[in-house]
């Protein structure tokens, strides 16, 4: 079933020829929608436009959708709903499951590449925005039915690891008995360590060699830092109620056995061929081609990309590969999709999107770090936020902010602005909920039973509200599509916002009768879509605050 705006939308465009462009009315006055369709078709027709109006008013067939049909001014055509059919539709809205989201008939595999923190670090803003970015088109995919399969590409592998294993041998540390705290201090060290220390970046490198050739001793350490470090993951995503668990985890280093048949793949096909020592895939329209294998052998991120690209594909049977990855990475992804695709790892039909996203800036504007310059971890914000409100609306707080703006535009982490309870923030949000949890809760301490059917529905506020709530499923649909979770934040505002003109115009405790009753399905239904759209964006929705 498609919503109402959708089927009236689709019936005046088979007549006009063009899309109406319904657009909703500035005026209850002018009912719920208008089209200048008749304005734009004037001119091709030869017309004045209120006579193509009115022949496009003559042809339609829409009077079980609509009121009579009015022309205004220079030939707009208003549309208003009938009352009776936006109460069915809400009415039959309220009795499905899912608020009027549709489970798909075409189901797709989709992976999501998301989070990928690195080991031996903590996690910094960046990971906390693909964590939340990534986690929220996750639980929209799974409410339209389809197959998500997550995969944290965790940075567990490359050269790093040298100085990292180097260094706890030289200190004499247990590395199982670390923190991530104690890892990343300890990375600090040996990175200070590495650029001051001929000698030991000698030794470090040597490290690297061994831990590449299954030196036992070394991939213990190596193990241990991996291990300690998806803890302190696993608390984050504890603390971030994220879905993300470890059968997720899919590092780096999973592909490490499948790199050499990645490279015999590519140089069977001709894709890749060797360039002053190295292996590597010029593709057209770069101004850099793809280093596969360095001149020592070594191999780079990309390859790990590719060998990850060409797996989920070929094992998990992907229709769709989505990587929630900072923008910063975007030539990283183009060139590693054009790579992939011209080595027959990516068919055609199989879209591959990278999500980037924009940094978190600052109260002064400038990119966020701590006084000594490094990144500003997660943690840290989290606990910022849980200085100005209780855990679950610190944490809305957080993920509305980071969700509501443009995933490209960089944003102001302004912790003050983003816990507020008004305003186009997740607190407002969870309070519009509330506050329904709270009209309902004392029906029913009145003793009024909730009925399921909205009967009644005159007042301009509450059929407002009605035709909102019927684009529920359309707007999921279309983040789906988009990967443009912002869409669906709006949404919700615009709801928050129509319900409280309701408010202030319907009363619903102090209503009687048929009215009473219309007006506490509709507050059940906004209660219903605000809790599930909340959920979508991996918020908590409360009862009380
Ligand atoms: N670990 C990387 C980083 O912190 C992100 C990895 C993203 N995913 C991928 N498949 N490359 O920058």
């Given at each position: 079933?498609?919503?109402?705006?959708?089927?009236?939308?689709?019936?005046?465009?088979?007549?006009?020829?063009?899309?109406?462009?319904?657009?909703?009315?500035?005026?209850?006055?002018?009912?719920?929608?208008?089209?200048?369709?008749?304005?734009?078709?004037?001119?091709?027709?030869?017309?004045?436009?209120?006579?193509?109006?009115?022949?496009?008013?003559?042809?339609?067939?829409?009077?079980?959708?609509?009121?009579?049909?009015?022309?205004?001014?220079?030939?707009?055509i208003n549309f208003r709903l009938r009352a009776d059919v936006l109460a069915r539709a809400?009415?039959?809205?309220?009795?499905?499951?899912?608020?009027?989201?549709?489970?798909?008939?075409?189901?797709?595999?989709?992976?999501?590449?998301?989070?990928?923190?690195?080991?031996?670090?903590?996690?910094?803003?960046?990971?906390?925005?693909?964590?939340?970015?990534?986690?929220?088109?996750?639980?929209?995919?799974?409410?339209?039915?389809?197959?998500?399969?997550?995969?944290?590409?965790?940075?567990?592998?490359?050269?790093?690891?040298?100085?990292?294993?180097?260094?706890?041998?030289?200190?004499?540390?247990?590395?199982?008995?670390?923190?991530?705290?104690?890892?990343?201090?300890?990375?600090?060290?040996?990175?200070?360590?590495?650029?001051?220390?001929?000698?030991?970046?000698?030794?470090?490198?040597?490290?690297?060699?061994?831990?590449?050739?299954?030196?036992?001793?070394?991939?213990?350490?190596?193990?241990?830092?991996?291990?300690?470090?998806?803890?302190?993951?696993?608390?984050?995503?504890?603390?971030?109620?994220?879905?993300?668990?470890?059968?997720?985890?899919?590092?780096?280093?999973?592909?490490?056995?499948?790199?050499?048949?990645?490279?015999?793949?590519?140089?069977?096909?001709?894709?890749?061929?060797?360039?002053?020592?190295?292996?590597?895939?010029?593709?057209?329209?770069?101004?850099?081609?793809?280093?596969?294998?360095?001149?020592?052998?070594?191999?780079?991120?990309?390859?790990?990309d590719l060998a990850a690209v060409r797996r989920r594909v070929g094992q998990f049977h992907?229709?769709?590969?989505?990587?929630?990855?900072?923008?910063p990475q975007s030539f990283h992804f183009d060139q590693v999709f054009a790579v992939a695709?011209?080595?027959?790892?990516?068919?055609?039909?199989?879209?591959?999107?990278?999500?980037?996203?924009?940094?978190?800036?600052?109260?002064?504007?400038?990119?966020?770090?701590?006084?000594?310059?490094?990144?500003?971890?997660?943690?840290?914000?989290?606990?910022?936020?849980?200085?100005?409100?209780?855990?679950?609306?610190?944490?809305?707080?957080?993920?509305?902010?980071?969700?509501?703006?443009?995933?490209?535009?960089?944003?102001?982490?302004?912790?003050?602005?983003?816990?507020?309870?008004?305003?186009?923030?997740?607190?407002?949000?969870?309070?519009?909920?509330?506050?329904?949890?709270?009209?309902?809760?004392?029906?029913?301490?009145?003793?009024?039973?909730?009925?399921?059917?909205?009967?009644?529905?005159?007042?301009?506020?509450?059929?407002?509200?009605?035709?909102?709530?019927?684009?529920?499923?359309?707007?999921?649909?279309?983040?789906?599509?988009?990967?443009?979770?912002?869409?669906?934040?709006?949404?919700?505002?615009?709801?928050?916002?129509?319900?409280?003109?309701?408010?202030?115009?319907?009363?619903?405790?102090?209503?009687?009768?048929?009215?009473?009753?219309?007006?506490?399905?509709?507050?059940?239904?906004?209660?219903?879509?605000?809790?599930?759209?909340?959920?979508?964006?991996?918020?908590?929705?409360?009862?009380?605050?």
């Open positions: 079933m498609s919503s109402l705006p959708y089927e009236l939308s689709a019936r005046v465009q088979s007549v006009a020829g063009i899309d109406p462009e319904l657009r909703p009315a500035t005026k209850p006055q002018f009912g719920h929608f208008q089209s200048n369709v008749a304005l734009r078709l004037a001119k091709s027709e030869g017309q004045p436009p209120r006579a193509v109006a009115q022949r496009i008013v003559a042809a339609l067939e829409v009077d079980d959708l609509c009121e009579p049909l009015e022309i205004a001014g220079p030939g707009f809400v009415t039959d809205q309220l009795a499905e499951p899912a608020a009027g989201v549709q489970r798909t008939e075409t189901p797709q595999t989709v992976v999501i590449d998301y989070s990928a923190p690195n080991v031996a670090k903590q996690m910094h803003v960046g990971h906390l925005r693909s964590s939340i970015i990534g986690d929220c088109l996750r639980r929209v995919l799974l409410a339209l039915g389809h197959r998500v399969i997550a995969q944290n590409h965790v940075g567990d592998w490359g050269t790093q690891f040298g100085m990292l294993v180097e260094q706890i041998l030289e200190d004499g540390i247990d590395a199982s008995t670390l923190t991530l705290v104690d890892a990343e201090a300890l990375y600090l060290r040996a990175n200070a360590h590495f650029k001051g220390d001929e000698d030991f970046a000698a030794r470090a490198r040597a490290r690297v060699v061994r831990l590449q050739s299954g030196d036992e001793e070394t991939r213990t350490i190596w193990r241990q830092l991996i291990e300690i470090s998806e803890a302190g993951f696993n608390a984050a995503y504890a603390r971030l109620n994220v879905l993300l668990t470890d059968d997720d985890l899919a590092g780096e280093s999973t592909y490490n056995d499948d790199l050499p048949n990645v490279v015999a793949d590519l140089e069977a096909s001709g894709t890749a061929v060797v360039d002053d020592g190295a292996l590597v895939v010029f593709v057209e329209g770069f101004n850099a081609p793809m280093i596969v294998r360095k001149r020592d052998g070594g191999f780079g991120y990309a390859a790990t992907a229709n769709r590969l989505i990587y929630v990855v900072g923008a695709r011209k080595a027959g790892f990516l068919p055609a039909d199989v879209p591959a999107q990278h999500v980037a996203f924009g940094q978190v800036l600052g109260p002064d504007g400038k990119k966020f770090s701590t006084r000594e310059g490094t990144a500003v971890n997660l943690m840290t914000l989290l606990d910022a936020a849980e200085e100005q409100a209780a855990p679950p609306i610190a944490l809305a707080a957080i993920k509305y902010a980071d969700l509501s703006n443009g995933l490209n535009k960089d944003y102001v982490f302004d912790v003050d602005r983003m816990v507020q309870t008004t305003g186009n923030t997740g607190p407002y949000l969870q309070y519009a909920h509330a506050r329904l949890a709270q009209v309902l809760r004392r029906a029913e301490s009145e003793g009024l039973v909730v009925e399921e059917k909205i009967a009644v529905l005159d007042e301009p506020a509450e059929q407002a509200l009605a035709l909102l709530l019927t684009r529920f499923g359309e707007v999921v649909a279309d983040v789906a599509d988009t990967l443009q979770p912002h869409r669906l934040c709006g949404y919700l505002y615009d709801v928050a916002g129509a319900l409280s003109v309701f408010y202030e115009q319907c009363p619903v405790l102090k209503s009687d009768g048929e009215v009473r009753a219309s007006r506490l399905a509709l507050c059940t239904l906004t209660k219903k879509v605000l809790a599930d759209g909340l959920d979508m964006l991996g918020i908590e929705a409360l009862d009380r605050m």
